[in-house]
């Protein structure tokens, strides 16, 4: 016997899409369908949950909540969401292979024991691979000029970590 087709529930209405923001957060599409004006940082912490960007200073100095926007260094404390349309970003989350492989400047970091309290560290990392995207044999004027602040002064151990990852990323380039 011929089956009746059912209508569908009368719970599933179709709805218009939400317009928005969208960009692309560690290879993954998002829309922000929230306020324009809302600050990168907050989205990815509070929205995303992605944790590792930090919120450190509230003028722009400190360099904690550093993040790549289309692979350059950028504060997440300083860009709205509307100003990001179409963006790439990336995250300290975003920055291990497919299968989970460090990328080798968090491998350089492990290995030259540069986290003390860790609050910092995301941000000296992304700025790290800024740096040696840029610079791949870079001097310590170089390192020194990346300007983020540790305040347990681990810089003489994020310099070591630079060398490490530098070397390692010129004999083996990702
Ligand atoms: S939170 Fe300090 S520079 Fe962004
Ligand atoms: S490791 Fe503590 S602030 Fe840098």
Redesign the pocket.
Known sequence: MQQTPQNPPAAITPQPVRSGIDVVVNGEPFRHTGEPELPL?WYLRDVLRLTGC????DD??????SVLVDGKLK????LTMQSLAGRRITTIEGLAGAHGELHPVQQAWIEEDAILCGYCQPGQIMAAVDLLTRKPHPSDKDIDGIGNLCRCGSYPRIRSAIKRASKVMRDKPR
Do not use: D, M, V
């Open positions: 940082i930090k919120y450190g200073c722009a100095s400190c360099g904690a909540c504060l997440a404390c300083t």
